[in-house]
């Protein structure tokens, strides 16, 4: 088993490396291997109020201090960003998951591409991002859901059937939090990307709903079962469940 777990974006050294230490103590514990996710520039965000990061020089530096110590991952938007910054798994964002350019330019490293499948995708429609490998050795997939209709995001888990066993590694995307807006924490909504529902949802209503704000740990447990990794994206470290 494989998490990933880490800050939504890299805020400073001192905080990714406490997270990465915490993660990274609970995985050992367990035998899980651990990989470190913080993002340098979150470019897809929904609204342009919406805290970026630190942006790729600014986080360069620190980035390769904690890859000195724990083996790191981290998006890519940009072809001419993949030779300034080295990880050990170059992550391609959803909404990016079809540019070829990137894709190729994120393989030549000969390192690990992470596609996270965008939510607009079929299983089906994998095979298009296969074709713009020479090997699928070292592509890992993330399933982080599929947009029915309107502003709603659901798991299928017929997906993860297809897909298994194309790739090398499947990576499921249980949580994270995105603070759309951290001016005041009346105006923080969070978003939960598997169990999503992109209207806007008061932070109130959504700290009551305890059946959603508990989903993705059921969801963590379906996945255990049929033995995909788990990439988890929040300043909380993952938690060992019984299974």
Same mark, same amino acid.
């Given at each position: 088993? &494989? ?7 890299? /805020? ?12 990274? +103590? ?8 651990? %990989? ?22 600014k ?8 890859? !000195? ?6 998006d890519?938007?940009? %072809?001419?960003h ?17 540019q070829?350019d990137?894709?190729?330019?994120? $393989? ?17 429609? %994998? ?11 070292k592509?890992?997939?993330?399933e ?13 888990? &017929?997906n993860?059937? &297809? $897909?298994q ?9 249980i949580? @994270?939090r ?12 969070k978003?939960?990307h ?10 109130? $209503?959504?700290? !009551?709903? /305890?059946i ?16 995909? +990794?788990? @990439?988890?994206?929040? +300043?909380?470290p993952?938690?060992?469940r019984?299974?």
């Amino acid at each position: 088993m &494989i998490v990933i777990a880490g800050p939504c974006q890299h /805020e400073n050294l001192e905080h990714s490396l406490n997270i990465a230490k915490h993660c990274n +103590d609970i995985c050992s514990k367990y035998g899980i291997e651990y %990989i470190f996710k913080a993002s340098y520039d979150k470019a897809n965000r929904t609204s342009s109020i919406s805290p970026r990061g630190l942006g790729l020089q600014k986080c360069k530096n620190d980035f390769d201090y904690i890859r !000195s110590k724990y083996k790191l991952t981290t998006d890519y938007h940009e %072809i001419n960003h993949i030779p300034q910054l080295e990880s050990d798994v170059y992550q391609i964002p959803a909404f990016l998951s079809k540019q070829t350019d990137l894709i190729q330019a994120a $393989e030549s490293t000969n390192k690990i591409v992470n596609i996270k499948k965008g939510q607009f995708m079929s299983p089906f429609q %994998i095979k298009g991002i296969l074709s713009k490998f020479n090997s699928t050795e070292k592509l890992w997939l993330t399933e982080r859901g599929t947009s029915f209709g309107y502003d709603k995001v659901i798991i299928d888990f &017929i997906n993860l059937a &297809i $897909e298994q066993g194309v790739p090398r590694y499947e990576i499921f995307n249980i949580f @994270d939090r995105d603070d759309v807006s951290r001016q005041s924490k009346s105006d923080l909504i969070k978003k939960y990307h598997t169990i999503m529902k992109r209207d806007e949802i008061k932070k109130e $209503e959504m700290e !009551s709903n /305890e059946i959603t704000k508990n989903l993705f740990q059921y969801l963590g447990v379906d996945m255990s079962q049929l033995k995909i +990794d788990f @990439d988890k994206d929040k +300043d909380t470290p993952p938690q060992k469940r019984n299974t």
